[in-house]
T-cell receptor, first 109, second 113 residues
Framework: GQNIDQPTEMTATEGAIVQINCTYQ??????LFWYQQHAGEAPTFLSY??LDGLEEKGRFSSFLSRSKGYSYLLLKELQMKDSASYLC??????????WGAGTKLIIKP | IAGITQAPTSQILAAGRRMTLRCTQD?????MYWYRQDLGLGLRLIHY???????GKGEVPDGYSVSRANTDDFPLTLASAVPSQTSVYFC????????????FGEGSRLTVL
């Protein structure tokens, strides 16, 4: 079956760096997405990786290794507003998105 | 403001009743989706539509139906609601090309008693 694994919850300190991991087993691969979801709100797009390597976008970076079925989202200079759930999703060979359950990130002052 | 509008934002419904969740987008996206989100689970696809006039079943389609009469509207109907359909429902849309990132509506919180 298809599976996306990511930690349920992580805690980090304001101003620090945190890495949220995502491992996947899917039928084919056509890209990996990271979304941010604040409590009670809709998910919003953060990043997209389809080739191996690091994609940097401001304080956020996303890394992909297709051979290892692995990605991570790196958040630098953490701010209180970064407290949210981070969702990893993989697009499979049928171009359908398979979603992880999300990682709830708690930022402490 | 361009985007996706869902209605209602919240609804309490008696079991057995019929309910339609509305979704409208003004971005002219070809593809639209309905997901449900439950605590501890990833987003689960209920139904999707790749283009107006076509629909497909997702991971959890039972008890739900959709229609896509035009590009902008994609309503989701629960013919006879059951308590297990208590959830937060998100409508989303995407373009066919590019990254295909999803744009989500604000969600509809449905409670079936």
């Amino acid at each position: 079956g298809q599976n996306i694994d990511q930690p349920t919850e992580m805690t980090a300190t304001e101003g620090a760096i945190v890495q949220i991991n995502c491992t996947y087993q899917t039928s084919g691969f056509n890209g990996l997405f990271w979304y941010q979801q604040h409590a009670g709100e809709a998910p919003t797009f953060l990043s997209y990786n389809v080739l191996d390597g690091l994609e940097e976008k401001g304080r956020f970076s996303s890394f992909l290794s297709r051979s290892k079925g692995y990605s991570y989202l790196l958040l630098k200079e953490l701010q209180m507003k970064d407290s949210a759930s981070y969702l990893c999703a993989v697009r499979d060979s049928n171009y359908q998105l398979i979603w992880g359950a999300g990682t709830k990130l708690i930022i402490k002052p | 403001i361009a985007g996706i509008t869902q209605a209602p934002t919240s609804q309490i419904l008696a079991a057995g009743r019929r309910m339609t969740l509305r979704c409208t987008q003004d971005m002219r996206h070809n593809a639209m989706y309905w997901y449900r989100q439950d605590l501890g689970l990833g987003l689960r696809l209920i139904h999707y539509s790749n283009t107006a006039g076509t629909t497909g079943k997702g991971e959890v389609p039972d008890g739900y139906s959709v229609s896509r009469a035009n590009t902008d509207d994609f309503p989701l109907t629960l013919a006879s609601a059951v308590p297990s359909q208590t959830s937060v429902y998100f409508c989303a849309s995407s373009e066919r090309g590019g990254t295909g990132e999803l744009f989500f509506g604000e969600g509809s919180r449905l409670t079936v008693l």
